[in-house]
């Protein structure tokens, strides 16, 4: 029987060593798992009521099993409850309200416990696995991995990174890349989530950044820091665009990204199934990156509207269908990698354009300032275009156009300021008629101009405009750039989105900071009623404070 006993020993400890080692995990944890199997076991032998512990020594491989029993004058659950008399006898110097051990003999597993154990023990197992596979990769988003296609299931591709597994979305894979079976794949690691079933690792090859890092690892200035990707965009499988910079500056940052004979850039490029790939000098300097980045086509002019984040680019008219590119790659490529949204136009629609606002302001300034119409394309060719503009500059600027006189500058001022207040008349009674309350011209920043295009949208009282989002009042409307589908045909814009149109006020250039404050002021009358009831608590502790 002893060496039955022992041989027992000897096998509980020898898998608790070889299932530690195949799975990689802590062997207490697999300790841990078989106590709780053998506990498990014994309470169906000896009653499921019982509070059974077992402890399975690691080193020499005893089991010791033991139910724990409280000690009480009167016993009402005998499973788990002693008199003092009988506790006395398992263990001496018991008193009342203890918890005392109630040894119990080892137990014999039958096939059944024996199956139930093993299932408990697999879960324990399974569960250590997987918070072990999550903490291997939960702190590796935004590194490069190598991995063997496992399968394909409904487009998506599982690969077998060793110890875990990860997933490469059907819209985070290179288009027209074939996927096998057994093959190897290098992929970036974008995300780990824990899950029930395990670690969640989610990987691209779609991904900006998958091409950074593949760069870091064939330039050896870059994994050092002296050239830096300053920004990346990508068509994946078709083409792609980088803005590299160099801190050293007797090192050429093109010229390293692309190797000796293009041997660097190359193996990106075969990495990526053959995506071509634009390497671009990055500049401080928007108009020069942009010019950089709309390569190979040829920019002649481009004019920045800082307030709309916009770009438009004019180009000769030979270069226009490059500049766009096929299906308006380039311009969409440049647009990403500078952040801007860019209208690309020829030079013959820039002066149309111009020739247009011209007109239109030259007429606005004819009328509203009563002038002629001499006198108002001179303020136009001198760079104003909207009425505050004159009522509010300096009038020694003013009087330092050339045939202006400060007499003529005074008059223009007074005549502006007037057209203004017209203005704002009629716009306020235009507000009134739509209903929009009085109250909301109190709100900061908001004039009566954009209070009569909050009460178009239905927008009339301080509860509905406290009701809004800072987003839903000033985000700017987004549209796609202009493109053609070739040189000769008509300019053409995408379908408009419905996240595309912007918020209310989003043709006023409101910011951030100015849409929050409106906001905030809208909301204070939700707090006032909070006021009065604050206020005779105050008052009764300046009443104490004068007796």
């Given at each position: 029987m002893a060496s039955a006993i022992s041989a027992n020993k000897a096998e509980l400890l020898a898998i608790a060593n070889s299932v530690a080692s195949e799975k990689m995990i802590d062997k207490g944890i697999v300790i841990e798992a078989m106590e709780e199997a053998i506990q498990k076991s014994a309470r169906n032998r000896y009653g499921a009521e019982n509070d059974i512990r077992a402890k399975l020594?690691?080193?020499?491989?005893?089991?010791?099993?033991?139910?724990?029993?409280?000690?009480?004058?009167?016993?009402?659950?005998?499973?788990?409850?002693?008199?003092?008399?009988?506790?006395?006898?398992?263990?001496?110097?018991?008193?009342?309200?203890?918890?005392?051990?109630?040894?119990?003999?080892?137990?014999?597993?039958?096939?059944?416990?024996?199956?139930?154990?093993?299932?408990?023990?697999?879960?324990?197992?399974?569960?250590?696995?997987?918070?072990?596979?999550?903490?291997?990769?939960?702190?590796?988003?935004?590194?490069?991995?190598?991995?063997?296609?496992?399968?394909?299931?409904?487009?998506?591709?599982?690969?077998?990174?060793?110890?875990?597994?990860?997933?490469?979305?059907?819209?985070?894979?290179?288009?027209?890349?074939?996927?096998?079976?057994?093959?190897?794949?290098?992929?970036?690691?974008?995300?780990?989530?824990?899950?029930?079933?395990?670690?969640?690792?989610?990987?691209?090859?779609?991904?900006?950044?998958?091409?950074?890092?593949?760069?870091?690892?064939?330039?050896?200035?870059?994994?050092?820091?002296?050239?830096?990707?300053?920004?990346?965009?990508?068509?994946?499988?078709?083409?792609?665009?980088?803005?590299?910079?160099?801190?050293?500056?007797?090192?050429?940052?093109?010229?390293?990204?692309?190797?000796?004979?293009?041997?660097?850039?190359?193996?990106?490029?075969?990495?990526?199934?053959?995506?071509?790939?634009?390497?671009?000098?990055?500049?401080?300097?928007?108009?020069?990156?942009?010019?950089?980045?709309?390569?190979?086509?040829?920019?002649?002019?481009?004019?920045?509207?800082?307030?709309?984040?916009?770009?438009?680019?004019?180009?000769?008219?030979?270069?226009?269908?490059?500049?766009?590119?096929?299906?308006?790659?380039?311009?969409?490529?440049?647009?990403?990698?500078?952040?801007?949204?860019?209208?690309?136009?020829?030079?013959?629609?820039?002066?149309?354009?111009?020739?247009?606002?011209?007109?239109?302001?030259?007429?606005?300034?004819?009328?509203?300032?009563?002038v002629d119409e001499t006198l108002s394309q001179l303020l136009v060719a001198e760079g104003f275009a909207v009425l505050e503009e004159v009522a509010y500059v300096e009038l020694a600027e003013l009087a330092s156009i050339e045939g202006f006189d400060e007499e003529l500058a005074e008059e223009l001022q007074s005549r502006a300021v007037e057209a203004i207040e017209r203005q704002e008349e009629a716009h306020r009674t235009a507000r009134r008629e739509l209903g929009v309350e009085d109250d909301l011209a109190t709100m900061p920043h908001l004039t009566e101009a954009m209070l009569v295009v909050l009460g178009k949208a239905g927008i009339k009282t301080l509860d509905d405009l406290a009701d809004l989002a800072t987003d839903e009042l000033i985000a700017k409307k987004r549209e796609a750039p202009r493109r053609r589908n070739n040189a000769d045909g008509p300019p053409m814009r995408r379908p408009q989105r419905e996240q595309d149109k912007g918020g209310v006020l989003g043709e006023y250039g409101l910011s951030e900071e100015q849409g929050n404050e409106i906001i905030m002021a809208a909301r204070a009358h939700w707090f006032e009623d909070e006021e009065p009831a604050a206020a005779p608590a105050q008052e009764a502790a300046d009443a104490d404070s004068t007796q």
């Amino acid at each position: 029987m002893a060496s039955a006993i022992s041989a027992n020993k000897a096998e509980l400890l020898a898998i608790a060593n070889s299932v530690a080692s195949e799975k990689m995990i802590d062997k207490g944890i697999v300790i841990e798992a078989m106590e709780e199997a053998i506990q498990k076991s014994a309470r169906n032998r000896y009653g499921a009521e019982n509070d059974i512990r077992a402890k399975l020594d690691p080193q020499t491989g005893d089991l010791t099993l033991w139910r724990v029993v409280e000690v009480v004058e009167e016993v009402e659950d005998y499973f788990k409850q002693v008199d003092l008399k009988a506790a006395q006898k398992l263990q001496e110097g018991s008193a009342l309200g203890d918890f005392i051990v109630d040894p119990l003999p080892p137990v014999a597993l039958g096939r059944i416990d024996a199956q139930s154990a093993k299932q408990v023990i697999f879960q324990k197992v399974r569960d250590a696995e997987r918070e072990r596979q999550f903490e291997e990769f939960k702190d590796r988003a935004g590194e490069i991995i190598t991995g063997v296609i496992k399968s394909v299931e409904f487009g998506h591709v599982i690969v077998n990174l060793g110890r875990a597994e990860g997933v490469i979305r059907r819209d985070q894979q290179i288009p027209r890349e074939a996927a096998r079976v057994g093959e190897r794949v290098r992929a970036l690691i974008t995300k780990v989530e824990r899950n029930n079933r395990g670690p969640q690792i989610f990987l691209s090859r779609a991904a900006p950044d998958f091409m950074r890092k593949l760069f870091a690892q064939e330039v050896p200035e870059i994994y050092d820091g002296i050239i830096e990707i300053k920004a990346a965009a990508r068509d994946p499988g078709s083409r792609a665009k980088i803005g590299v910079i160099s801190h050293d500056s007797s090192i050429d940052p093109v010229g390293a990204c692309v190797g000796m004979k293009g041997s660097r850039v190359q193996a990106v490029v075969q990495e990526l199934q053959g995506e071509k790939i634009d390497i671009i000098p990055w500049s401080e300097d928007t108009a020069t990156f942009i010019v950089n980045a709309l390569q190979p086509a040829t920019v002649a002019r481009v004019v920045l509207d800082e307030d709309d984040g916009r770009i438009e680019v004019v180009v000769p008219d030979d270069q226009l269908s490059l500049a766009i590119g096929r299906r308006g790659q380039n311009v969409r490529l440049a647009s990403q990698l500078t952040t801007h949204q860019i209208d690309i136009m020829t030079e013959e629609e820039a002066s149309e354009k111009r020739s247009k606002e011209f007109a239109e302001r030259s007429k606005m300034f004819e009328e509203e300032l009563d002038v002629d119409e001499t006198l108002s394309q001179l303020l136009v060719a001198e760079g104003f275009a909207v009425l505050e503009e004159v009522a509010y500059v300096e009038l020694a600027e003013l009087a330092s156009i050339e045939g202006f006189d400060e007499e003529l500058a005074e008059e223009l001022q007074s005549r502006a300021v007037e057209a203004i207040e017209r203005q704002e008349e009629a716009h306020r009674t235009a507000r009134r008629e739509l209903g929009v309350e009085d109250d909301l011209a109190t709100m900061p920043h908001l004039t009566e101009a954009m209070l009569v295009v909050l009460g178009k949208a239905g927008i009339k009282t301080l509860d509905d405009l406290a009701d809004l989002a800072t987003d839903e009042l000033i985000a700017k409307k987004r549209e796609a750039p202009r493109r053609r589908n070739n040189a000769d045909g008509p300019p053409m814009r995408r379908p408009q989105r419905e996240q595309d149109k912007g918020g209310v006020l989003g043709e006023y250039g409101l910011s951030e900071e100015q849409g929050n404050e409106i906001i905030m002021a809208a909301r204070a009358h939700w707090f006032e009623d909070e006021e009065p009831a604050a206020a005779p608590a105050q008052e009764a502790a300046d009443a104490d404070s004068t007796q």
